[in-house]
């Protein structure tokens, strides 16, 4: 158990520190020949993983079934599906006409009607966002307000000149807000990069910090 958990932070480690090295250090095509390689293990390692997530999907659903644990005829239909949709596309390739119907007639389908709910939802939150609780909120809402008149081409005639108000917004205080949010968000990923190449970092391998 315990080389379970050391096998892959090593490898974690050493993977890290070669990419470091050649990709600020130049060692010739020795280096492009190395970082090549290195590119199609990482493309191969992305497909395997890619194939462990259906695989942990059927697992967790026949566990469900065989278990009979509340709601448990979902995932009996989701296993159906899973079956079902696989024989079809194995039998009629990816660019059959039988795979083509059920994309676009029923996987389609059943996205556009998941992202139409989840209006409703952002709805609700704008909703309970906007509500004039203090003063952060009477900004949010005020700036919705102006985003919303200024591409509503009725905007302009009730309040002219609103569209270069909504124009200012978006360059300004939005432009300022999402680089913010960009730069925190890198930072964060760098300094947890760094806990998992150090192996502070254990979660992942079913540890913790602490192990």
Avoid at 121 to 149: G, H
Wanted: proline share 3%; aromatic share 10%.
């Amino acid at each position: 158990m315990q080389l379970r958990r050391q096998l892959p932070l090593m490898v974690v480690f050493v993977t890290a520190l070669l990419v470091m090295l050649f990709k600020f250090f130049n060692f010739g095509e020795t280096g492009k020949n190395v970082l090549s390689q290195m590119d199609k293990w990482s493309q191969v390692t992305s497909i395997v993983a890619f194939l462990l997530g259906p695989i942990n999907l059927i697992r967790l659903h026949i566990g469900n079934v065989a278990k009979r644990r509340p709601r448990w005829i979902h995932s009996a239909l989701t296993l159906v599906v899973i079956v079902v949709f696989t024989i079809v596309f194995a039998l009629n390739g990816s660019n059959g006409k039988v795979t083509l119907w059920v994309v676009n007639n029923i996987a389609i389908q059943i996205s556009g009607a998941i992202y139409a709910m989840l209006g409703f939802y952002i709805c609700s939150a704008a909703y309970r966002s906007f509500k004039l609780k203090n003063l952060e909120a009477t900004v949010l809402l005020l700036s919705a307000v102006i985003l919303m008149l200024a591409q509503a081409p009725i905007g302009e005639a009730i309040i002219p000149g609103i569209s270069k108000w909504g124009e200012w917004i978006l360059s300004v205080p939005n432009s300022a807000g999402m680089r913010g949010i960009r730069l925190g968000a890198a930072i964060g990923a760098f300094a947890a990069s760094i806990r998992v190449i150090l192996g502070l970092e254990r979660s992942w391998v079913g540890g913790s910090t602490a192990d």
